[in-house]
């Protein structure tokens, strides 16, 4: 999520949740804004996308 602060949200909430003698690190790179688009077309590109395309008509029946 491209969500302002999400980073250091997630950081404390599981910094919270999490044992003190453990590190939490989140990362969240300026990048992650496409990576919808790459994991669609990585998605897309299976050979076995085809067999999971679900149309319309299914859908309604």
Do not use: C, H, N
């Given at each position: 999520?491209?969500?302002p602060?999400?980073?250091?949200?997630?950081?404390?909430?599981?910094?919270?949740?999490?044992?003190?003698?453990?590190?939490?690190?989140?990362?969240?790179?300026?990048?992650?804004?496409?990576?919808?688009?790459?994991?669609?077309?990585?998605?897309?590109?299976?050979?076995?996308?085809?067999?999971?395309?679900?149309?319309?008509?299914?859908?309604?029946?």
């Amino acid at each position: 999520t491209m969500f302002p602060g999400i980073a250091d949200r997630m950081s404390k909430e599981i910094s919270a949740l999490a044992p003190s003698s453990m590190k939490i690190k989140v990362v969240a790179p300026p990048e992650r804004k496409y990576s919808v688009w790459i994991g669609g077309s990585i998605l897309a590109s299976l050979s076995t996308f085809q067999q999971f395309v679900v149309s319309l008509l299914e859908l309604i029946y």
